[in-house]
């Protein structure tokens, strides 16, 4: 059974920084791409970067590139979103995806996704 267990996020005033931690089991993670998507309050699910199954290819919208990376551990099982430069705008609950595919988006029939935790940026 594939589990996708989130952590890291809390709140952080504007131009701070977090990183989010994603511990995957149940299946062998270094045979899938892996994604982060977000949802803002009383938004849709928004893609924020993708990884390819061994680290070496990575993709991000422009509303995030440059600020977040995104990075894995094949040897630990652990995904990763290190978040910078933090504003209002990235306010959301943010979500470990499993992917059946490497994309730029984020497929609700293809790809599965943990439970989520916060970020909240505010002064």
């Known amino acids: 059974q594939v589990q996708l267990v989130e952590s890291g996020g809390g709140l952080v005033q504007p131009g701070g920084s977090l990183r989010l931690s994603c511990a995957a089991s149940g299946f062998t993670f270094r045979d899938f791409a892996m994604s982060w998507v977000r949802q803002a309050p009383g938004k849709g699910l928004e893609w924020v970067s993708s990884?390819?199954?061994?680290?070496?290819?990575?993709s991000y919208p422009n509303s995030v590139k440059g600020r977040f990376t995104i990075s894995r551990d094949n040897a630990k099982n652990t995904l990763y979103l290190h978040m910078n430069s933090l504003n209002a705008e990235d306010t959301a609950v943010y979500y470990c995806v499993k992917k059946r595919f490497y994309s730029n988006s984020y497929s609700q029939v293809l790809d599965q996704r943990g439970q989520g935790t916060q970020v909240t940026v505010s002064s």
């Open positions: 990884i390819n199954d061994d680290g070496t290819t990575t």
